[in-house]
């Protein structure tokens, strides 16, 4: 049965198993206790950006594979040597390291695949 990862989101277990569940607003509304459940294990989500990232975010629990699958976005990732900056157009991934934080810019309407090991996600806003 196929699946739109901008609508369903698809949770990859720590015991190997897969669960698809709704995504969006429908998963980003959920409870923190009802969230806790997909902290273990990978969640795999699609997101059309059409502005900048409103915050910076960062992952401890695992490095986060971000796949332009099209656009144009400049993605930043602020590391212990400074903050870099990388332009992807078109198609193409970036791995973000674990613990690191990052954001985007958006220079054109752009789809997004991540798959993201949710445990101990932190968010702050951009200056």
């Known amino acids: 049965m196929p699946l739109n990862p901008e609508d369903t989101y698809v949770h990859l277990?720590?015991?190997g198993t897969?669960?698809?569940v709704p995504g969006g607003s429908a998963f980003w509304s959920l409870s923190p206790s009802e969230m806790a459940?997909?902290?273990?294990g990978w969640?795999?989500?699609e997101f059309t950006c059409s502005d900048d990232w409103a915050n910076w975010e960062m992952h401890p629990g695992g490095e986060e594979f971000v796949y332009?699958?099209?656009g144009d976005v400049e993605l930043y990732l602020e590391?212990?040597?400074?903050?870099?900056?990388t332009r992807v157009t078109g198609s193409?991934?970036?791995l973000v390291p674990r613990g690191v934080w990052h954001t985007a810019k958006v220079?054109?309407?752009s789809r997004m695949l991540f798959v993201t090991r949710g445990l101990g996600t932190q968010h702050r806003p951009r200056a």
């Open 13 to 15: 277990a720590a015991d």
């Open 18 to 20: 897969a669960q698809a």
């Open 37 to 40: 459940g997909f902290d273990e």
């Open 43 to 45: 969640l795999i989500s």
């Open 68 to 70: 332009l699958l099209s």
């Open 79 to 85: 590391l212990p040597t400074g903050t870099t900056a």
């Open 92 to 94: 193409g991934a970036v």
């Open 107 to 109: 220079f054109a309407p």
